[in-house]
């Protein structure tokens, strides 16, 4: 995989999303996602998982939800964290569906954790994540 380090946009958007958790956690929502869009704006979400319902919406297409609803149409960074007690964050990698639902709205870096610490996070194409996409097969 080709990974590339975070710029100062990058690094903000991973503060941004962590800081809108820490503001928006609760018992039906232990993880947030950020993206940034072509244009630069940047949209926020929540996982929403019920204790009632075995159906719950990632925070990747919570945000992506926003992003279509404020008539922008296509990501060019995301990036999931997730609550993991005691004030600390972790940078969880999408799932796959969200891999595959996320691809519809371009080719974006995905931000990942390389190791313990969030700090050690480094970007890469969704494209290195699922490089044999379903709809391509002859």
């Known amino acids: 995989m080709d990974f590339a380090d975070l710029d100062k946009t990058d ?15 609760s018992d039906v929502s232990g993880v947030s996602a950020g993206l940034r869009t072509n244009s630069g ?26 992003m279509l609803s404020n008539g922008e ?3 060019r ?14 940078i969880l990698p999408p799932c796959g569906k969200c891999r595959d639902f996320i691809r519809a709205f371009g080719n974006p870096f ?8 969030m700090s050690r996070a480094k970007k890469v194409k969704l494209s290195e994540l699922i490089p044999f996409p379903w709809d391509q097969a002859d």
């Open 41 to 66: 704006r940047e949209f926020f979400g929540l996982c929403i998982d019920t204790k009632t319902s075995t159906v719950g919406v990632c925070a990747e297409f919570s945000a992506i939800g926003n």
């Open 110 to 117: 995905v931000i990942l954790q390389m190791g313990s610490t």
């Open 73 to 75: 149409r296509e990501v």
């Open 77 to 90: 960074t995301i990036i999931a964290v997730a609550d993991k007690g005691n004030g600390r964050h972790a």
């Open 11 to 25: 690094k903000a958007l991973v503060e941004q999303t962590s800081l809108f958790l820490k503001k928006r956690a």
